[in-house]
């Protein structure tokens, strides 16, 4: 079965612009590719959702002790900064491979007007941040009731006008 997807030309040039740069951190750095391998900084994975009442975004950083995670909002601007450290405790020469990514990571997003940046919660479980952002009282929706002309036409009838 073949499924249609719309062309998005800015996703692929960031997923270009990715690869250039894993390509020339792994090549150009000082420390060697070993460690290359282990400092380098990182972007968790982020899912952002909207409902009525809030934005909330949640941010996969496991195994980063909630101290190391700076949350802060200046300017309409969302920032999450953490460091993920590498556990020295083990000889870095026992190692066959290193896959899990180690140091700084800073992602900001620009909050939309309908926020209120004075009621902003964030809890951290099992490895995820939640960032719950409330909406201002005005950017919620409200229920309008639409009445039909036949709906009004009788409301004239039972208070005794004809219509």
């Known amino acids: 079965m073949t499924v249609l997807r719309r062309w998005d030309p800015l996703r692929d040039l960031a997923t270009l612009q990715n690869r250039l740069n894993h390509f020339v951190r792994e090549s150009y750095c000082p420390e060697g590719p070993e460690e290359a391998l282990t400092t380098r900084g990182f972007a968790p994975p982020v899912d952002i959702y909207e409902d009525e009442h809030n934005v909330t975004l949640k941010l996969e950083v496991?195994?980063?002790?909630?101290?190391?995670?700076?949350?802060r909002i200046e300017n309409h601007t969302l920032t999450v900064?953490?460091?993920?450290?590498?556990?020295?405790?083990?000889?870095?020469?026992?190692?066959?491979?290193?896959?899990?990514?180690?140091?700084?990571?800073?992602?900001?997003?620009?909050?939309?007007?309908?926020?209120?940046?004075?009621?902003?919660?964030?809890?951290?479980?099992?490895?995820?941040?939640?960032?719950?952002?409330?909406?201002?009282?005005?950017?919620?929706?409200?229920q309008i009731k639409v009445n039909v002309g036949s709906e009004k036409l009788l409301e004239g009838k039972v208070h005794g006008k004809a219509a």
């Open 81 to 142: 900064h953490a460091e993920r450290k590498f556990e020295k405790d083990e000889k870095e020469e026992n190692f066959r491979r290193v896959e899990r990514q180690y140091g700084s990571f800073t992602r900001s997003f620009t909050l939309p007007s309908s926020v209120d940046p004075g009621q902003v919660s964030a809890d951290y479980d099992k490895g995820v941040l939640n960032i719950k952002l409330a909406k201002k009282a005005e950017a919620k929706p409200k």
């Open 62 to 71: 496991p195994g980063i002790d909630e101290k190391d995670i700076d949350v």
